[in-house]
C-alpha cells in the first residue's frame, strides 16, 4: 500500500516541492521520510480472457485468416499459442500480439520480468507471460511459393 506523506511545515526548501512529487529527503532538514503519489490500480486479466484480447485483435487486423488462439496456465506463469495457415507473417501477427504480453525473458541474466499494460485507458496486467506464433503453410501455397523460386 502506498501511502501520502505530508510535507515538513517549517522547512523551506519542502514547502518548494510541488504538489504530487516524490520527496526522497530534503537537503536542507534532512527530513527522510517519502512521499509518494498514488499509483493508479492495475487491473489483473486471466490468460483466457487475455486469450479473447488477443483473438479480437488479430481478427480486426487479419479479417480473411483463420487464427487458433490456445491459452495455457501451468506453474510457472501462463501463455498463449496463436496458429494459422498461410495468410500474414509471424512478424506481422507478433506485431498485434505483443501488446498483450505481461512479461519478459533476459536470457543473459536468466531472468523474467513483469510489466503492465495499457487497455481502453486503464492500467492492466495481461495473464499471458508470453505469446509465441506458429504459422503453419498448406500444400497449395507452398507449391506457389516454389514455383516463384524455382
Do not use: N
Request: net charge neutral; with cysteine; hydrophobic share 35%.
Amino acid at each position: 500500500m502506498i501511502r501520502q506523506i505530508t510535507r515538513r511545515p517549517d522547512c523551506p526548501a519542502c514547502s518548494t516541492i510541488p504538489e504530487g512529487e516524490t520527496l526522497l529527503s530534503c537537503s536542507a532538514c534532512g527530513f527522510g521520510q517519502v512521499l509518494l503519489t498514488p499509483q493508479p490500480k492495475t487491473r489483473y486479466l486471466s490468460v483466457a480472457d487475455t486469450a479473447k484480447l488477443v483473438r479480437a485483435a488479430l481478427r480486426a487486423a487479419f479479417p480473411t485468416t483463420t487464427f487458433g488462439v490456445r491459452s495455457h496456465r501451468y506453474s510457472g506463469g501462463a501463455s498463449i499459442r496463436v496458429y494459422w495457415t498461410d495468410g500474414p507473417t509471424c512478424p506481422m501477427v507478433e506485431a498485434v500480439t505483443e501488446r498483450f504480453t505481461g512479461a519478459d525473458f533476459d536470457p543473459t541474466q536468466d531472468l523474467k520480468t513483469y510489466h503492465d499494460g495499457e487497455l481502453h485507458g486503464e492500467r492492466v496486467h495481461f495473464g499471458a507471460d508470453y505469446i509465441f506464433t506458429d504459422r503453419s503453410f498448406s500444400p497449395a501455397f507452398a507449391e506457389r511459393i516454389a514455383e516463384r523460386v524455382a
